[in-house]
């Protein structure tokens, strides 16, 4: 009799179990998620000089085969980046309408053109700006920086 009472509730935990596998992000946006993380969000700084980008930018590995001509980091924390997610979606700059636009505090870092890797220099620009990622998934996760 308890085998009998046992064998739903096993069958509920295993479908909620499943249900949550279900919500998970899938490998290639995990990945994507990941890369993200690392070329973009930088919540406990403000940045805003040329020696914040010329460490960041090492550090973060984008100096290594060649210098990445621009890229921005965004200080505020992972969760309001996450919540941009969740606003209208706009057109990418590829056409593609998983595009999202909110406003936060950056650092662009812009290569002077005149160094070479690994030994990169930027130019550093700290501002408040409207930015617009690119989000994929369930739950919808930031993968690309679109502008």
Same mark, same amino acid.
């Not at 509730?9 to 993380?37: A, E, H, I, K, W």
């Not at 309408?97 to 990169?120: F, I, L």
């Given at each position: 009799?308890?085998?009998?009472?046992?064998?739903?509730?096993?069958?509920?935990?295993?479908?909620?179990?499943?249900?949550?596998?279900?919500?998970?992000?899938?490998?290639?946006?995990?990945?994507?998620?990941?890369?993200?993380?690392?070329?973009?969000?930088?919540?406990?700084?403000?940045?805003?000089?040329? =020696?914040?980008? #010329?460490?960041?930018?090492?550090?973060? *590995? !984008?100096?290594? &085969?060649?210098?990445?001509?621009?890229? /921005?980091?965004?200080?505020?924390?992972?969760?309001?980046?996450?919540?941009?997610? =969740?606003?209208? #979606?706009?057109?990418?700059?590829?056409? *593609? !309408?998983?595009? &999202?636009?909110?406003?936060?505090?950056? /650092?662009?870092?812009?290569?002077?053109?005149?160094?070479?890797?690994?030994?990169?220099?930027?130019?550093?620009?700290?501002?408040?700006?409207?930015?617009?990622?690119?989000?994929?998934?369930?739950?919808?996760?930031?993968?690309?920086?679109?502008?």
């Amino acid at each position: 009799m308890a085998l009998q009472r046992t064998h739903p509730l096993l069958l509920l935990l295993l479908l909620t179990l499943l249900g949550l596998g279900l919500v998970q992000p899938s490998y290639g946006q995990n990945f994507m998620y990941q890369r993200f993380l690392r070329q973009h969000v930088h919540p406990e700084e403000t940045g805003g000089n040329d =020696s914040y980008c #010329n460490v960041m930018m090492q550090r973060r *590995k !984008m100096t290594l &085969h060649q210098c990445k001509r621009f890229n /921005t980091f965004i200080h505020e924390d992972i969760w309001n980046i996450r919540s941009i997610c =969740s606003t209208t #979606n706009i057109a990418c700059k590829n056409g *593609k !309408m998983n595009c &999202h636009e909110g406003v936060v505090k950056v /650092t662009d870092c812009r290569e002077t053109g005149s160094s070479r890797a690994p030994n990169c220099k930027y130019r550093a620009k700290a501002s408040t700006r409207r930015i617009v990622i690119a989000c994929e998934g369930n739950p919808e996760l930031p993968v690309h920086f679109d502008g």
